[in-house]
């Protein structure tokens, strides 16, 4: 979320900052509700001010031998309540305010990070290094080819239980489900990261200090008699781990992996990827995530990326990292670096991960602090996939495809598999 004082101060820099984004706003009537927001702030805290020292003085009439039931702390008592009443009035309608301004503040993606890269879509992303040399062969089968043929996925089957874009994995798909997740968990430990296996439901007001609400309420599952929803992300529930808290800033970084089932509807994306395990509207997800010191983000941007390639150049999987554009980054990211593996039957790159810093964006939605001292700061957010396991299967079966109709598993991934390689059954 926004920092109301920006709103206040410097409502400009806002609109510019929004418009590299490709958005153009008036912040007009919003800093107005900002200010009648502050000013009532201020005259409430002076009002209680007041109504203290009031307070203060009752006392000190009665210890001076002042009559309690006299006129003069009579007069004193009767201003000191007609402060409280005002101080209430007051109180009422600044929450008021506050919640108004607050609801649409909500609204506002966050302000891209100076570091981005300027453009309006996906095609003036900036290529930042690639790693692994890509397999290149005619014949080539794509994953949902593979999968067809060795019995890795049920599809039609699944349209009969739940709607299209659900798949069962049968066999020998389910192990290799199985053991990427695995593999990846592991991995990421190894380096000092806290796993953690979040709850799938998730309320309100997870979604919204993560980002995802009010703006992609309709990209979400929900519950229709409770204010739960199904995560579309592991970044939900891990963000709202330390909702309203105070972190200790000796404790920063804390980072968690977290291994998620994830359900969205891919609203607006009909046609696209119709086949196979690239867009579900269920799928298993890796996640990282990081609470960082504010003044350390931009080298834990740079470390939570490189972990992520790391799951990538275990499976010897080749890929490239593109910096996102500021017309391309998601509503709550200030920067994003986008990893794109090599899908080597299709002919080309697909994103399998979003690293994204979010700087204090969730953390001011979901009230994450941290204190050095007396100073109390939001801490910054990140996370980035540590993979999608769908899109991972999808990428090893195509790189690993034989001649012979099986499929070469990664060296790494086999002893998490129990063979080295998929057979034709």
């Not at 900052?17 to 409430?44: F, H, K, P, W, Y």
């Not at 439901?201 to 199904?230: I, M, T």
């Not at 977290?258 to 607006?268: K, T, V």
């Not at 090599?342 to 700087?359: M, P």
Request: charged fraction near 25%.
């Amino acid at each position: 979320m926004l920092d109301q004082r920006l709103v206040r101060d410097n409502p400009d820099f806002i609109a510019q900052q929004l418009g590299r984004r490709g958005l153009d706003v008036d912040l007009t009537g919003l800093q107005l509700i900002a200010n009648q927001q502050r000013d009532l702030e201020e005259r409430r805290s002076s009002l209680q001010a007041e109504g203290n020292t009031v307070g203060k003085q009752v006392g000190l009439k009665i210890k001076g031998g002042a009559d309690p039931k006299g006129s003069e702390v009579a007069e004193l008592r009767h201003r000191g309540n007609t402060i409280k009443q005002q101080v209430a009035v007051l109180e009422e309608e600044e929450k008021q305010l506050s919640s108004k301004l607050r609801e649409q503040l909500l609204s506002f993606p966050n302000l891209p990070s100076v570091d981005c890269p300027e453009g309006r879509s996906e095609a003036d992303n900036k290529e930042v290094r690639r790693w692994g040399e890509p397999r290149k062969a005619e014949g080539l089968e794509e994953h949902w080819q593979i999968a067809d043929r060795l019995g890795l996925l049920e599809t039609e089957r699944s349209v009969r239980i739940a709607q299209s874009r659900f798949v069962t994995l049968m066999g020998q798909g389910a192990r290799l489900e199985r053991a990427l997740i695995n593999f990846m968990l592991d991995l990421h430990c190894s380096k000092g990261y806290k796993e953690v296996l979040p709850p799938v439901l998730v309320n309100s007001a997870s979604l919204q200090g993560s980002g995802q609400l009010p703006k992609f309420a309709e990209e979400s599952f929900r519950c229709a008699d409770d204010d739960l929803w199904l995560t579309p992300t592991a970044e939900v529930p891990v963000t709202s781990l330390h909702r309203d808290e105070i972190i200790p800033a000796d404790l920063l970084p804390v980072r968690y992996v977290a291994y998620s089932p994830c359900f969205r509807r891919e609203a607006g994306s009909y046609g696209r990827d119709t086949r196979g395990l690239i867009r579900l509207h269920q799928f298993n997800k890796v996640e990282l995530y990081w609470f960082s010191h504010p003044d350390q983000s931009d080298q834990a941007h740079a470390q939570i990326t490189a972990d992520a390639e790391a799951v990538l150049q275990a499976l010897d999987l080749p890929y490239r990292v593109l910096d996102l554009c500021t017309g391309d980054i998601g509503f709550s990211a200030a920067r994003t670096y986008d990893l794109e593996v090599w899908l080597a039957g299709a002919g080309a790159y697909r994103e399998i991960s979003s690293c994204s810093v979010c700087g204090d964006f969730q953390a001011r939605r979901s009230s994450i602090r941290t204190k050095e001292g007396k100073a109390t700061r939001l801490v910054h957010t990140l996370n980035g996939s540590g993979l999608a396991i769908g899109r991972t299967m999808a990428a090893v079966l195509e790189n690993g495809q034989q001649a012979d109709g099986s499929v070469l598993l990664p060296e790494a991934l086999a002893p998490y598999f129990g063979a080295d390689r998929l057979q034709p059954e």
